[in-house]
């Protein structure tokens, strides 16, 4: 029986790379602040968990651009040479030669492209021209996870060959000049990444594979939207993140997460590993609380979101990357994945390490 199957994990970051004090540095010499403002920088970028950040920019100053059109241009400029870092880093990993993708879907939320981001990734990656390919934009830090179930239906339908999956952010390109607490928080949590993944549709015994992806669940909760977007503000992307994001993420994605696993007659202890969309250590511990889960189950996202802060989608996946390089999951050991974003959306994909055919065939 075939299985779709995941043959190489990549991930990237931008080159510049600056400490959670550094930029209290930078904010409090940069900006007239308040004493209270000042207090609020230090509470989140001294007393914090992040140590620091990647950041898609030539310098720290270039924090301080709020032109719309120089912003789009860094997006498009570290957004392109991150994903396709990722990707020739998938690539590798998986053995397949760029040549051999049948297949490319990306996804990003940071900046809008027409024509989008896997125009230009194609073209620095030398992908054929009878790729079939997606854009998927407007789906927050969970979009990775949905990302990889269209590459699964893609394989299931029609593709014949392997699957470019990549998910890639440009946090910084929505900086946005405020000192409200929850632009503050925005501001100093959110760094830039890109996450890509090779996927097959390929037999059960066929060698090389990372694991299986078994099977996804969405959950879409309208009425929550307001406390998660990005709103349009002069020309800038502003983002709106409520102090409710905690409770409400860790809430739908437990209702989600419950479903996938219903599904299989399995419940949150049947799972060996976890790798959750670390949107905060607040978050974290909210999610821990829903599921009955250890901070010892969720150890990979914490420090994923300690030496690399939010980066949005791609997050969950340098999770899945770390648990993969630890050595520790076993063939035959179920993973989830488990991550959230605006809409408000929760996103979840039950993984196995080895063995058991896919639901999705």
Known sequence: MNSVILRGLGTATPPLYATQEEAY?????RYPLKQSEQDLYRRILLDGKIKGRYLGMETTEDALETNPDKLLARFLTFGRSTAVAAAREA????????????????NTCTGYLCPGLSSYIAQDLGLRTSIRFQDLMGMGCGAAIPNLESAAGMLMRSVEGP????????????????????QVVSNCIFGDGAAAAVLDFLPDDSP???????????????????????????????????????????RTGKEVASRLLAWHGLSPSDIDWWAVHPGGTVVLDQVSKELELTREDLRFSYDVFQNYGNMSSPTVLF?????????????????????????????????????????LC
């Open 208 to 250: 090389g594979g990372l694991l299986r992806m078994v099977d996804f669940a969405t959950g879409l909760f309208p009425k929550h939207r307001a406390e998660l977007c990005y709103r349009t503000e002069g020309g800038l992307l502003r983002n709106h993140l409520s102090m409710r994001v905690p409770i409400v993420g860790a």
């Open 163 to 182: 699957i470019l999956s990549i998910a890639v952010e440009v946090c910084t390109a929505t900086i946005f000049p405020s000192h409200d607490p929850e």
């Open 25 to 29: 540095e930078f904010f409090n010499t």
């Open 91 to 106: 690539l590798a990993e998986a053995g397949v030669e760029p040549a051999e993708i049948a297949g490319l879907i990306v």
């Open 319 to 359: 999770v899945l990357r770390k648990l993969l390089d630890s050595g520790l999951a076993k063939p035959g050991q179920r993973g989830m994945l488990l991550a959230f974003g605006v809409g408000f959306s929760a996103f979840a994909g039950l993984i196995e390490f080895s063995g058991t055919p896919s639901r």
